[in-house]
């Protein structure tokens, strides 16, 4: 089966609500988050995510007048986690639960979606493959995939789940689930220990 990626018709329908993990309230998710990190609270991955949590919370806030404060905190805390972490993470991204920053410093991430259980690292870039492109023409990193420093990911493509994206790999299509995507630009071959029920077919690949 093949994979569907649904995305936005326009810039004006990213983050213009909570895209928050359901299920599981704020505070619960940032302990979560917490605990992912190892209970580091200094973490700076800990704390990007944190301020994305919020940022997208204060979206599913009905009263103009209430978000309003909470929408300049936002702003301030992102701008600290930036200066503090260098780590861009806006909150039209939206972000499964369980996600692990490793390290911290250079990560430009700006994908369409992360989804449960992804680790990224640092210098890591997600986004547009070109500067005038549509900002909804950008990856969405499928569940349990791991990426490796300086990887840069970028485009309308989809990273399938459970697939390794190597050390300083480009990335610019998309990458069938349980798979290995390395070079400049990468090159991309199943992985080894795939389950052996799972079958490397063009119908699986993703976008």
Not at 167 to 186: D, E, I, R, T, Y
Request: with cysteine; charged share 15%; proline share 7%.
């Amino acid at each position: 089966m093949s994979i569907t990626i649904e995305r936005p018709e326009s810039d004006l329908k990213l983050g213009c609500s909570n895209c928050n993990p359901p299920g599981i309230g704020l505070l619960q998710l940032i302990r979560e988050d917490l605990v992912t990190h190892e209970g580091h609270w200094s973490s700076q991955g800990f704390l990007a995510l944190a301020v994305h949590r919020f940022g997208q919370w204060r979206m599913g806030l009905r009263w103009k007048v209430l978000r309003a404060p909470c929408t300049l905190l936002y702003r301030i805390l992102y701008r600290g986690v930036e200066c503090y972490a260098g780590i861009s993470l806006p909150q039209t991204t939206q972000i499964g639960r369980r996600v692990h920053l490793w390290h911290h410093g250079g990560m430009i991430l700006m994908p369409i979606s992360i989804g449960d259980d992804v680790h990224l690292r640092q210098n890591t870039t997600l986004g547009v493959a070109h500067r005038n492109d549509a900002r909804w023409l950008k990856p969405v990193l499928e569940d349990r995939v791991d990426v490796g420093a300086g990887a840069v990911i970028v485009g309308n493509i989809c990273i399938g789940h459970d697939s390794v994206v190597g050390a300083n790999a480009v990335v610019l299509k998309s990458v069938p689930p349980w798979s290995l995507a390395v070079g400049v630009p990468a090159i991309i071959k199943p992985r080894k220990d795939a389950p052996a029920n799972f079958a490397q077919h063009p119908a699986n690949i993703p976008g």
